[in-house]
């Protein structure tokens, strides 16, 4: 059974900077492409990046330039360092698969204010 566990979120200021983590379990997680998802309060959870199994990396518009997203298979985890965040991009923050695996985790709230 896939288990996801999100973790590094917090409240930051506008300008500011966060890594988020997130270790899978039950999965080949080197088979496997991975993505970090946002959902913002009355909002529909969207993608934010993408990291496939060879390292190839996507990134929402909004985001472009100021996330990476990065993997380490001998650790099972994969990150989103965050930089320049902004109040929009508050939001609970997950990760799971691409495609997604029927299991989500219980995410990390990031919260973007002064």
């Known amino acids: 059974q896939v288990q996801l566990v999100e973790s590094g979120g917090g409240l930051v200021q506008p300008g500011g900077s966060l890594r988020l983590s997130c270790t899978a379990s039950?999965?080949?997680?080197?088979?496997?492409?991975m993505g970090w998802y946002r959902q913002a309060p009355g909002k529909q959870r969207e993608l934010v990046a993408g990291?496939?199994?060879?390292?190839?990396?996507t990134y929402a518009d909004s985001v472009k330039g100021r996330f990476t997203i990065s993997r380490d298979n001998a650790k099972n985890t994969v990150y989103l360092q965050m930089n320049s965040l902004k109040p929009e991009d508050t939001a609970v923050y997950y990760c799971?698969?691409?495609?997604?695996?029927?299991?989500w985790g219980q995410g990390t709230q990031v919260t973007v204010s002064s």
């Open positions: 799971n698969g691409r495609p997604t695996f029927d299991t």
């Open positions: 039950g999965i080949i997680f080197r088979f496997n492409g």
């Open positions: 990291i496939t199994n060879t390292y190839i990396t």
